[in-house]
């Protein structure tokens, strides 16, 4: 006997808005810069039998670093170190 699955179409969209300026100011001889990071999330599913269906539209976990310092050295090498500050945008329930 044949068994027939139906496809489960689920869609998902990620938008994260940088901002990311830099200043002009050196720290321990390095660039700093500071940066945020705010995420958009949409999640959407048609309805499907025995899961159901809905969309969601929201704000994700925050992510702000006022120190960030960057160093270059000759001829192509890169190193920086930044202090990232996570702003949870729902708390999570602990079983």
């Not at 179409?9 to 940088?18: I, K």
């Not at 001889?29 to 159901?52: D, E, K, N, T, Y």
């Not at 976990?61 to 930044?82: A, E, K, M, N, S």
């Amino acid at each position: 006997m044949a068994t027939r699955f139906r496809r489960l179409n689920v869609g998902a969209t990620f938008e994260a808005l940088t901002l990311h300026p830099r200043r002009n100011q050196k720290v321990f001889g390095g660039g700093w810069a500071v940066h945020a990071i705010v995420p958009l999330v949409s999640q959407r599913m048609p309805p499907f039998p025995g899961i159901g269906n809905g969309s969601v539209f929201g704000l994700g976990d925050i992510v702000i670093d006022p120190l960030i310092i960057g160093w270059h050295f000759p001829p192509d090498w890169h190193l920086t170190v930044g202090v990232d500050i996570y702003l949870p945008a729902k708390q999570v329930q602990q079983k």
